[in-house]
């Protein structure tokens, strides 16, 4: 299992992230969590347009690249379909407990300096480091 290392994609896309998550905020005073964003689709809210449209966007996205540059966007999946819905599943009940998501308190809380926020992100940041040595270090990687 290898990591491969794209510093100017990263710098590109958390960049974009980042304009994103300020311009919610500026225009509708919102953060860009996406798990919020989704419930309110959902479970419809008095403001239901704009997450739509933000989630439209954040799916189209990728179709555009790929049509702006004739290049896929990599998605591997070197799990078990079995690993991967349990990491879902992890996941929401994570998000549910924590009262929201990874992109919404790293991104957006982080920003506010929300205490929650940054223990959330300490919290999952330290739960990965620590998954991702056991898996590759300890059981020698999937």
């Known amino acids: 299992m290898e990591t491969v290392f794209t510093p ?6 958390g960049t974009l992230i980042g304009l994103a998550a300020v311009a919610l905020m500026a225009l509708h005073g919102r ?3 996406m ?3 989704l419930e309110g689709v959902i479970v419809p809210k008095g403001d239901w347009g ?7 966007g954040a799916i189209a996205a990728p179709v555009v690249i790929l049509l ?5 966007l990599p998605l591997q999946a070197e799990l078990p379909s079995w690993a991967i819905i349990l990491g879902g599943l992890l996941v929401g009940v994570g998000v549910s407990y924590g009262g ?3 992109s919404g308190h790293g991104v957006c809380g982080l920003a506010r300096l929300s205490t929650r926020s940054i223990v ?3 919290t999952f940041m330290a739960t990965t480091a620590l998954t991702v040595f056991t898996v ?3 059981l020698g990687g999937f």
């Open 35 to 37: 798990t919020g964003i």
């Open 8 to 13: 100017t994609e990263a710098v590109i896309g």
């Open 136 to 138: 590759r270090h300890i």
């Open 31 to 33: 953060i860009a969590g």
């Open 100 to 102: 929201g998501c990874t």
């Open 120 to 122: 959330a992100t300490l």
């Open 68 to 72: 702006l540059t004739g290049t896929p």
């Open 50 to 56: 704009w997450r739509l449209a933000f989630l439209v």
